[in-house]
């Protein structure tokens, strides 16, 4: 028998991944004990949270790399760590109220909140495509089920079932590419398929580009991308308010990162080949989700298309594949956390016991009823379209910048264009909240957890406005 | 610091604001007035200490704010942006004091209107394009809340329409911001959006040039506004309250024309010389264009509205006449507009307080009833017509100077605005004040009271003083107009003969930049 050498572990790094683990197996343990009072729960996972987050950032001498290169620990993924494990803390602090409002009382929603974070991280520190595949099953498989938590709401099994099919779907199409760009190179490590495309050692010209297009739809879908983007206002309507924060967020840029490291790093030199197909598939996402959110009555499915668009303007930052696109989705994502958390916090604080009172129309009047809270909601909604001295402003300004900077001129007009286009819808919810009147009042039990999240998200929109240096040093690195 | 803290001032009162209970309005209106009038009185230091002999920044202030981008805080003012700066501080006050009748949500409103000045004064003294930007787009949101809550029947659709049309402009503006922003960074070596830094260093090549003017324009444009992206104006300013009105008027669409001044001449000067004479046409079509319209309006507001489009039309084409009284013309004329129409909207909104309309049909034989609010109306439609011992004339007199320098047929062309302006201004008072008192609702109009005069009185006493002697106004931006024009002079893109002995140091500055101007010529650079 031949000896095989185990690769070279290196468990330091591992650690926020290999410690949600833990909590997570714990706390599904826990369950068994808790009994209706999930307090416990929400109480170990948040300890999981902030101890994951704090060893992501007791890292030296980055970046380290495990696996036989399959899995690197850079600064880049430590700063979308620090993004996961701050949306996951948010999204359960969001649920400590809403969940028992709402009758989910499943203790494995935080388990899988935890498991979901785990994959997360694994996708953004992952440069094999195995790895990067093991990572996205791992969210979508939690995905599914948080979709569908709300076992009697017939929406969330819609939302559920619709999920699972197409992401399984999608999960096909990605399986494919990878397959092929393993044909077309002899290997699945990212370094390794730059390499040979680099040294002209590539079976086959075709094999390459239909992988590279059969990726882009595969991420096309898990970051619902035009024209793959069809679950996501379904989902996103029929899922709980907090999971539908927590897959804007987290998740999403999971997604992203991967989707960068596989267009910048792994295959960029092709990049003449398939940039064209990806500024289509920008520009329709952004176009059509602007849109779309203009029609949109129900307030979670014109964030969902508000959450199309950004994307859009997300993979303008991959288009331009440098150093500066993969710092811009690192900021961007920080700030599209505090803003979506902050806006999800809002909606669920308007949440009455036998309503959630989804429709806009219920935001009528709320700048005289709730000064502070229509004050927060303008905020988010000035900050989602991009306006200064808010967190979307800066991000927006260094999405552009990367792409301005390789030449993309008349994407970037494209894309501001837009913008115009997002203020309109962003503005009718502040036209409601302060220049009309209420149709009826509503009854709001006003939730301490759920107002400091939304607190955390006004400190933090306002912040990463005014003074993004720190944060920006931190995504530089 | 110092200008930073008058800056900030407003912005720090509104903060205030909020912690008093709403129920006090009493209380939030004087607080709201000392803050405001703290902040004029304290700016007239700066016109104290301001050196008049020189067209370098003045009160400048730099800090690093955001490192990570090379972005810094960098204010300061010079001739262009003191006389703007002050009339800010001055309209914010007056606006405040005639929003005493405001009725419904006065702390909102109070706090709107402070943190409106606060982004307009932060637009002219930024001189870091990234800051620019910054003030530029913050002050749309308090404008576009102070329309579309205490705005008229159609607040909403005028709010949304004033908000994305700017925001189109200023967007493509900022594309062109981030290139120049990289293109510097490339020539230079500097991550920087200091605009003192770009101005000097970047060169940058014709064709880039006319690209970058555009976006520029495009936002300016809008924004002051030219025709024909003025539509937004007469909705905007019919919607708004009266103190919006004022401040629309007085002071958002100076913005524009400090734009055009602060950032396209001396940023672009081959390409403004390229677009001049397209935009001295533009200009003209609207004043006349302008004109004609606002004399067939049947809504006081509406027709003040357009006058203002003509009135800019003046200061337009005074910027791109292109010579030294072009230029004093239009930085006067800019001055007067706020003053004037500022004044001509007081007056609309004392009337329509009375009678809450302002269909001119409404109205007739008002002096026998309102004799001093009839002289007030007088004084301010002469000095808008530009008559001969107001403030309106020394301005339209320098433009036209001007205009008629750089091509007679222009000129002919423009003056015509000066006598439609006359048309409807007349019109539109004789139809108002005289004529028979036929309207039995007008007969128990009250005359003007003492807090309505407090407004009034001042703009007046300006428009005369400017009238008789602008000396005071006009020598604080004269260095600074001397210094634009050698840095647009097409003699900077020609071969150069001989120096000019007179200005022997605006000539080695002018050295400077026409060798920057001339090196893109030769290398195409994309």
């Known amino acids: 028998m031949e000896h095989i050498p185990a690769p070279a572990i290196d468990f330091v790094s591992l650690a926020p991944a290999l410690i949600l683990s833990v909590f997570g197996m714990l706390v599904l343990f826990l369950d068994l004990f808790a009994g209706k009072n999930k307090n416990l729960l929400v109480f170990a996972s948040l300890i999981g949270l902030v101890l994951a987050g704090v060893s992501a950032f007791a890292q030296s001498n980055l970046p380290v790399s495990s696996f036989g290169g399959a899995y690197i620990v850079d600064h880049l993924s430590v700063f979308f760590t620090l993004i996961f494990t701050f949306s996951s803390a948010l999204t359960i602090l969001l649920s400590i109220e809403y ?67 197409l992401g399984a779907f999608a999960t096909g199409f990605l399986v494919y590419g990878m397959a092929l760009l393993y044909g077309a190179t002899g290997t699945t490590k990212l370094a390794g398929i730059a390499d040979a495309i680099h040294s002209g050692q590539v079976n086959s010209d075709t094999i390459l580009l239909l992988g590279s297009v059969l990726l882009i739809i595969g991420f096309g879908f898990k970051v619902a991308s035009v024209p793959f983007h069809m679950w996501a206002p379904d989902v996103y309507e ?71 668009s950004h994307v859009g303007y997300l993979l303008i930052a991959i288009i331009a594949r440098n150093s500066l696109g993969g710092s811009a989705i690192a900021f961007y994502m920080m700030a599209y956390a505090f803003m979506i958390f902050g806006t999800f916090g809002i909606v669920i604080l308007l949440g009455e016991k036998d309503s959630e009172n989804l429709e806009i129309s219920n935001y009528a009047g709320l700048g005289v009823k709730q000064p502070a809270i ?9 900050s989602l379209g991009g306006m200064p001295p808010f967190a979307g402003f800066i991000a927006k300004f260094y999405i552009l910048g990367a792409a301005v900077k390789e030449g993309y001129i008349i994407l970037v007009v494209i894309a501001v264009l837009n913008s115009v286009v997002s203020l309109y819808y962003y503005l009718k919810i502040i036209v409601l909240m302060y220049m009309k009147e209420s149709e009826r009042e509503l009854n709001l039990s006003i939730t301490p957890i759920t107002l400091a999240v939304v607190a955390i998200a006004v400190f933090g929109t306002i912040e990463m406005g005014l003074f993004p240096d720190p944060i920006l040093q931190l995504t530089q690195q | 610091m110092f200008l930073t803290f008058l800056t900030f001032l407003p912005l720090i009162g509104a903060m205030g604001l909020a912690f008093i209970p709403k129920e006090k309005e009493g209380m939030i209106k004087q607080v709201a007035v000392a803050v405001a009038a703290a902040d004029f009185l304290l700016s007239l230091q700066l016109y104290a200490g301001f050196d ?20 810094n805080y960098h204010v300061g003012i010079d001739g262009i942006s003191l006389l703007l700066y002050i009339m800010t501080t001055f309209l914010t006050l007056i606006c405040i004091i005639a929003s005493w009748s405001v009725k419904k949500r006065v702390k909102e409103y109070m706090i709107a209107m402070l943190a409106l000045s606060t982004g307009m004064l932060g637009v002219f003294i930024s001189l870091d394009i990234f800051l620019f930007y910054v003030f530029w787009e913050f002050q749309l949101v308090p404008m576009y809340l102070l329309i579309g809550i205490w705005g008229g029947p159609r607040r909403i659709y005028a709010a949304v329409k004033f908000f994305l049309y700017t925001a189109v402009g200023s967007l493509l503006m900022l594309v062109a911001i981030i290139w120049m922003y990289f293109e510097v960074q490339q020539q230079t070596g500097v991550l920087t959006t200091d605009l003192m830094y770009i101005t000097e260093n970047l060169n940058i090549g014709l064709d880039a040039q006319k690209w970058l003017f555009m976006a520029f324009f495009l936002a300016f444009a809008i924004k ?41 001449l001396p940023l672009f000067p081959f390409a403004s010389n390229v677009f001049m004479e397209y935009i001295a046409w533009m200009a003209i079509i609207g004043i006349v ?40 013309g239009a930085l006067l004329q800019n001055l007067n507009h706020g003053i004037s129409t500022s004044a001509l909207f007081l007056l609309v909104g004392m009337i329509y307080d009375r009678r809450h309309t302002r269909l001119i049909s409404e109205f007739g034989g008002l002096a026998k009833i309102i004799p001093v609010y009839t002289i007030c109306f007088m004084i301010v439609t002469l000095s808008s017509i530009g008559l001969p011992g107001t403030n309106g004339f020394v301005g339209e007199f320098l433009v036209l100077l001007g205009i008629f320098q750089a091509d007679g047929m222009m000129a002919m062309v423009a003056t015509s605005g000066v006598i439609f302006a006359a048309c409807y201004m007349l019109w539109m008072f004789q139809r108002v004040m005289f004529l028979k008192l036929d309207n039995p609702k007008n007969e128990n109009m009250e005359d003007m009271n003492c807090r309505e005069l407090i407004t009034i009185v001042p703009l007046i006493i300006l428009i005369f003083w400017i009238g008789f002697y602008p000396k005071p106004f006009m020598k604080t931006f004269e260095p600074t107009v001397e210094h634009l024009m050698t840095r647009v002079s097409p003699d900077n893109f020609r071969p150069k003969k001989h120096n000019d002995e007179h200005h022997a140091t605006a000539v080695d500055k002018h050295e400077e930049s026409s060798s920057h101007s001339e090196k893109p010529k030769e290398k195409s650079h994309h």
């Open chain 2, 289 to 328: 264009y302008g004109a004609l319209v606002a004399m067939v309006q049947e809504d006081l507001k509406k027709l003040v509205a357009y006058s203002s489009v003509s009135h800019l039309g003046f200061v337009m084409l005074g910027i791109f006449a292109f010579n030294h009284y072009g230029l004093q």
């Open chain 2, 224 to 264: 002051v506004p030219m025709f024909p992206f003025h539509t937004w104006l007469p909705d905007a300013h019919v919607e708004a309250p009266t103190a919006g009105s004022v401040i629309l008027a007085g002071v958002l669409l100076k913005m524009g024309t400090y734009g055009f001044l602060r950032f396209n």
């Open chain 1, 238 to 308: 029929g899922s709980p308010s907090p999971v539908t924060a927590f897959m804007a967020v987290g998740p999403k840029a999971a997604a992203l990162v991967a989707f960068y490291r596989v267009f910048a790093t792994a295959i960029p030199e092709v990049g003449g080949s398939w940039d064209t197909l990806l500024m289509v598939v920008a520009v329709l996402t952004m176009v059509i989700g602007n849109l779309g959110a203009i029609v949109q009555t129900n307030i979670k499915r014109l964030l969902a298309y508000s959450s199309i």
């Open chain 1, 374 to 382: 229509a004050l927060c909601m303008t905020i988010f909604m000035l």
């Open chain 2, 52 to 71: 008049m002999s020189t067209h370098l920044m003045q009160f400048e202030y730099s800090i690093a704010w955001i490192p990570s981008f090379g972005v």
């Open chain 1, 99 to 165: 969940n028992p409002r709402n009758g989910i009382r499943a203790g494995e929603y935080y388990a899988l909140i935890l498991f979901c974070t785990v994959g997360m991280i694994v996708l953004s520190s992952a440069t094999d495509l195995i790895m990067i595949f093991l990572g996205i099953e791992v969210v979508s498989i939690c995905l599914y089920v948080l979709a569908g938590i709300k076992r009697d709401d017939v929406r969330s099994n819609e939302a559920s079932l619709k999920y699972f099919l």
